[in-house]
């Protein structure tokens, strides 16, 4: 995945009403940026830290320009537009990285399904059975290559885990997919201190046949792409 417009940097001020962030450019005044990431952005979102936006040159929106790159604890790259993980799944379902979901011959998105008035991301169909697949973009770093899901609680990810299992409980294939768009996580575990209620359902989630898997990506100023399986751990903390 190319970026179409350049990036360029800058030092993030602050982030606040949720879509919004104060960034200062090398050269010129402060701005105000969109802020394209609805969660909490623990650990991305740290006053005086660099980062790269990209300028739409439309006069027409109300800030032309949007927040993209982080440099997180100043050495690792993160993607903190949420936006952009659908995209990175499909080209690399596409270009065959994800080995765990090769085989279809047609893929949609968006696709409206189950019984909470729910969208699945990632819709799969072939000769066999039909796989849908919920992406979730991963960027909270704990250190030491650990990343964790949520970086807020989330009823509406537990209702996607249930809509997940009763793919599976009607006979279709149901995949929980990490896009981890940050150099620094190597490993994917479930924030059991933030969310435990998410993590549960989690575990019940997989218990009840629902496959979850993790994809790291590489990251430069000129593009992303997801090229690695990384490590699940689904484990409570006692249990580690």
Same mark, same amino acid.
């Given at each position: 995945?190319k970026?179409?417009?350049?990036?360029?940097?800058?030092?993030?001020?602050?982030?606040?009403?949720?879509?919004?962030?104060?960034?200062?450019?090398?050269?010129g005044?402060?701005?105000?940026?969109? /802020? +394209? #990431?609805? =969660?909490?952005?623990?650990? /991305?979102?740290?006053p #005086?830290?660099? @980062?790269?936006?990209?300028?739409?040159?439309?006069? *027409?929106?109300?800030? +032309?320009?949007?927040?993209?790159?982080?440099?997180?604890?100043?050495?690792?790259?993160?993607?903190?537009?949420?936006?952009?993980?659908?995209?990175?799944? @499909?080209?690399? !379902? #596409?270009?065959g @990285?994800?080995?765990?979901?090769? =085989?279809?011959?047609e893929? *949609?998105t968006?696709?409206?399904? =189950?019984?909470?008035?729910?969208? !699945?991301?990632?819709?799969?169909?072939?000769?066999?059975?039909? /796989?849908? $697949?919920?992406? *979730?973009?991963?960027?909270?770093?704990?250190?030491?290559?650990?990343?964790?899901?949520?970086?807020?609680?989330?009823?509406?990810?537990?209702?996607?885990?249930?809509?997940?299992?009763?793919?599976?409980? %009607?006979?279709?294939r149901? @995949?929980?997919?990490? /896009? $981890?768009?940050?150099?620094?996580?190597?490993?994917?575990?479930?924030?059991?201190?933030?969310? +435990?209620?998410?993590?549960?359902?989690?575990?019940?989630?997989?218990?009840?046949?629902?496959?979850?898997?993790?994809?790291g990506?590489? !990251?430069?100023?000129?593009?992303?792409?997801?090229?690695? %399986?990384? +490590?699940?751990?689904?484990?409570?903390?006692?249990?580690?």
């Open positions: 995945m970026f179409s417009v350049p990036l360029q940097e800058a030092l993030l001020m602050k982030r606040y009403k949720r879509f919004l962030a104060d960034l200062q450019p090398h050269q005044d402060m701005f105000t940026a969109h /802020c +394209p #990431n609805t =969660g909490s952005m623990a650990a /991305c979102a740290e #005086n830290s660099r @980062v790269w936006y990209w300028d739409s040159a439309n006069t *027409k929106r109300k800030y +032309p320009c949007t927040w993209e790159l982080v440099e997180v604890a100043e050495q690792y790259l993160a993607c903190i537009n949420t936006q952009r993980a659908n995209g990175l799944v @499909v080209e690399a !379902i #596409n270009n @990285v994800i080995t765990e979901l090769q =085989g279809y011959n893929l *949609k968006e696709v409206k399904y =189950g019984d909470e008035n729910s969208r !699945i991301d990632i819709f799969l169909r072939g000769d066999g059975a039909d /796989c849908y $697949v919920e992406v *979730k973009s991963v960027t909270w770093w704990r250190g030491e290559g650990s990343g964790e899901f949520p970086d807020a609680v989330t009823e509406r990810g537990r209702k996607h885990l249930r809509e997940l299992m009763a793919m599976v409980a %009607a006979g279709h149901a @995949v929980l997919l990490f /896009c $981890v768009p940050h150099m620094g996580i190597e490993r994917v575990s479930p924030a059991w201190d933030k969310d +435990p209620k998410y993590a549960q359902a989690l575990l019940d989630a997989v218990a009840a046949g629902v496959e979850v898997y993790a994809y990506a590489r !990251i430069d100023y000129q593009g992303m792409e997801l090229n690695r %399986a990384l +490590p699940v751990n689904l484990a409570r903390p006692a249990e580690q």
